[in-house]
Nanobody
Framework: QVQLVESGGGLVQAGGSLRLSCAAS?????????MGWFRQAPGKEREFVAA????????YYADSVKGRFTISRDNAKNTMYLQMNSLKPEDMAVYYC?????????????????WGQGTQVTVSS
């Protein structure tokens, strides 16, 4: 089993920055697993934000966050990060981290096997 715990969410003004963290644990978690970030705003479906392969050498972003968000991971700490800069009100959502049993990241939520509980990001205009 794998457990994922997100942290770092909060309230920020538009144009500000936040860094989310996702700590992975569990007997079956492996640093070879791909990981990703998704978000869900009220009344909307969960959407892809960013993903990273097992080594961190390949990253993928939604067009809406490209150039503003940076995904990274520290396999020695079993932790993934999402640096969010130039935040906009439309970035406000619950952010979820996810991991899958495989090295290649997916942009589809259905491709992930384990999910965290989410962390709220609120952006005031």
């Amino acid at each position: 089993q794998v457990q994922l715990v997100e942290s770092g969410g909060g309230l920020v003004q538009a144009g500000g920055s936040l860094r989310l963290s996702c700590a992975a644990s569990g007997r079956t978690f492996s640093s070879t697993y791909a990981m990703g970030w998704f978000r869900q705003a009220p009344g909307k479906e969960r959407e892809f934000v960013a993903a990273i392969n097992w080594s961190g050498g390949s990253t993928y972003y939604a067009d809406s966050v490209k150039g503003r968000f940076t995904i990274s991971r520290d396999n020695a700490k079993n932790t993934m990060y999402l640096q969010m800069n130039s935040l906009k009100p439309e970035d406000m959502a619950v952010y979820y981290c996810a991991t899958r049993v495989g090295t290649r990241p997916y942009v589809e939520a259905g491709g992930y096997d384990y999910w965290g509980q989410g962390t709220q990001v609120t952006v005031s205009s």
